[in-house]
């Protein structure tokens, strides 16, 4: 069991200045720092984040996150998915069962109708489905649940405090029961642990079976010290005959990324495809809820994923131009169309300009709908 220490935060949300492409958001915060769930590869204890000692087993609960939160959000600029969850801690670690903190700040939201995006590894987020669902009735509410690795060995090694996969695919059902959508962050996914076709397979037939909405795939980083050297200690008791392929795999990198392996992006539109699941999150879960150029950047930013994970960066580039320009733009996309102003967009083509035509005058885009695998 963990020590909880209450402390007074002084600010609350991270904001960044363009809505994120993989969660939908552009503010997002920890309710906590440090995570009793304790995975091994957790971000979070890289030195970059500032929290010292006993990452998993002393957490620092922020209990004016709820006072804060209605104070922050008042000052946002604009309307979008707040992302609870992500970040250096769970939102639904141990600690929110007596703390309560991200049901507090998910009643605000409520109140405020404000859409929302729940990324966590806990089935204790099954308690707020209730409010989730209230959201959904009328803003938008998505709920993705982060799997590693969906063999329970593999997920108990590297993930020791977290509930087995299988009970989060159950959760996910169990939030498409009520409506909402649903989906699976597989991520990040580890080099000789989880990245056989075999397990990667797997993982998409049980996401499919459960419904949810689309499937994204991410790989691992080790950033050099704590997270890397964690990372190895835990495998070295479990796994030694994988250190050193893991330290040739990881060099001392300052952005933890990988020297070689595999690319997991052919396999991953593959699969994608055979079981119909979107590799990013569609357009129909968002259509209606952003600014009409944020959904059109991010519309863009969706086919872009499909020609880069099909291994054409170059059909890439220019939709992924065109997304950074639109979800920056500060004037409405429908008043600049109805002006004749589209051309005056930086960074917008042909195709990028005929896409958001298409979009504002139907609200729709016939491209993306027949390109993006989706089972709905
Ligand atoms: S659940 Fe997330 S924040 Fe918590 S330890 Fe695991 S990776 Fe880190």
């Keep these: 069991m963990a020590e909880l220490v209450p402390i007074r935060a002084r600010t609350l949300l991270r904001r960044s200045k363009l809505t994120d492409g993989w969660f939908l958001s552009s503010c997002g915060m920890n309710l906590y720092r440090g995570c009793e769930h304790g995975c091994a590869y957790c971000d979070g204890r890289a030195e970059a984040y500032q929290i010292e000692g006993d990452f998993a087993g002393r957490i620092e609960v922020k209990e004016n996150a709820p006072e804060l939160l209605a104070r922050e959000l008042a000052r946002l600029p604009r309307r979008g998915f707040v992302l609870l969850g992500g970040g250096v801690c769970d939102a639904y670690q141990p600690a929110e069962a007596r703390h309560g903190l991200a049901r507090r700040c998910l009643e605000l939201l409520a109140e405020l109708e404000l859409p929302v995006h729940v990324l966590t590894k806990s089935p204790l987020v099954a308690r707020d489905l209730d409010l989730l669902a209230r959201i959904d ?150 259509r ?13 930013e969706g086919l872009a994923a499909l020609h880069a994970l099909g291994g054409e960066p170059r059909r890439a580039a220019p939709l992924l131009r065109a997304a950074r320009s639109l979800k920056a733009l500060r004037e409405d996309l429908r008043d600049l169309v109805r002006a004749g102003l589209l051309a005056q967009v930086p960074d917008l083509d042909d195709e990028a300009r005929a896409l958001c035509l298409e979009l504002v005058e139907t609200g729709r885009c016939l491209r993306y709908e027949q390109g993006m695998p989706d089972h709905s």
């Design 288 to 300: 209606g809820v952003l600014e009409l150029a944020v959904e059109a950047g991010l519309v863009l």
């Design 137 to 286: 009735a009328r803003a938008r509410a998505i709920l993705s649940l982060s799997v590693s690795a969906v063999d329970p060995e593999v997920a108990a090694l590297v993930e020791p405090g977290c509930a087995p996969p299988e009970e989060r695919f159950r959760v996910l059902e169990q939030a498409r029961a009520r409506g909402l959508a649903t989906g699976v962050m597989l991520t990040p996914v580890l080099p000789w642990l989880s990245d056989a076709p075999a397990q990667l397979a797997a993982a998409f037939a049980r996401a499919r079976a459960a419904g949810v909405d689309f499937l994204l795939v991410g790989g691992l980083t080790l950033k050099a010290g704590r997270q890397l050297e964690h990372f190895l200690t835990v495998l070295g008791g479990a796994r030694e005959e994988l250190v050193a392929r893991y330290r040739e795999r990881y060099p001392a990198d300052r952005f933890g990324n990988p020297r070689g392996g595999p690319r997991l992006d052919a396999l991953a539109l593959e699969l994608a495809r055979r079981h119909q699941l979107a590799p990013r999150i569609p357009h129909r879960v968002f």
